[in-house]
T-cell receptor, first 115, second 110 residues
Framework: DVKVTQSSRYLVKRTGEKVFLECVQDMDHENMFWYRQDPGLGLRLIYFSYDVKMKEKGDIPEGYSVSREKKERFSLILESASTNQTSMYLC????WGEGAQETQYFGPGTRLLVL | SQQGEEDPQALSIQEGENATMNCSYKTSINNLQWYRQNSGRGLVHLILIRSNEREKHSGRLRVTLDTSKKSSSLLITASRAADTASYFCATDVGAGKSTFGDGTTLTVKP
């Protein structure tokens, strides 16, 4: 059974803190994604990685960075958390599909509250 | 602007009725996918339909794709209370990436 896990289901942080969100997949997928989900705005892509040490900016990368040192792990970093980064964060992975979107497998999400 | 947009935003039906949700998109696609999200959880893939397909079935789900109208529909037949969730269409924007709409929130009353 395919599995994507995220390090925390709920997280409370203070403004200015550095925040790490971890995502691990066990399907040997090439692609990994970080989204944030906000009411009325749907899912927005923050960063995308198609290989180890490779990353691409999504639609809303400002205030975020990512790290992919191993194929199975994709980390999202909030360098200095702000209240407008309070959101639900979803990680997903998919196989490489030669350019076309493939089925994405999602983790359970991390609900982050920045105070 | 978003590639895929679902309609209606919210749908409330009785158990046993059919539910139909629509998705419209703007540019050419290789495929279109539908996902489901239970409250507070991650998305789960339901069905993928390729641009050269017009209809696809999976259990109680039926998806149609009309590339000339740039639209797709998801039909859930004989709905159950457990079908209560949000449903999203995802269209591809190249390089393996997808774009998701805001979703349709379906409530099935027992």
């Amino acid at each position: 059974d395919v599995k994507v896990t995220q390090s925390s289901r709920y997280l409370v942080k203070r403004t200015g803190e550095k925040v790490f969100l971890e995502c691990v997949q066990d399907m040997d997928h090439e692609n990994m994604f970080w989204y944030r989900q906000d009411p009325g705005l749907g899912l927005r892509l923050i960063y995308f990685s198609y290989d180890v040490k490779m990353k691409e900016k999504g639609d809303i990368p400002e205030g975020y960075s990512v790290s992919r040192e191993k194929k199975e792990r994709f980390s999202l970093i909030l360098e200095s958390a702000s209240t407008n980064q309070t959101s639900m964060y979803l990680c997903a992975s998919s196989p490489w599909g030669e350019g076309a979107q493939e089925t994405q497998y999602f983790g359970p999400g991390t609900r982050l509250l920045v105070l | 602007s978003q590639q895929g947009e679902e309609d209606p935003q919210a749908l409330s039906i009785q158990e046993g009725e059919n539910a139909t949700m629509n998705c419209s998109y703007k540019t050419s696609i290789n495929n279109l996918q539908w996902y489901r999200q239970n409250s507070g959880r991650g998305l789960v893939h339901l069905i993928l339909i390729r641009s050269n397909e017009r209809e696809k079935h999976s259990g109680r789900l039926r998806v149609t794709l009309d590339t000339s109208k740039k639209s797709s529909s998801l039909l859930i037949t004989a709905s159950r209370a457990a079908d209560t969730a949000s449903y999203f269409c995802a269209t591809d924007v190249g390089a393996g990436k997808s774009t998701f709409g805001d979703g349709t929130t379906l409530t099935v009353k027992p």
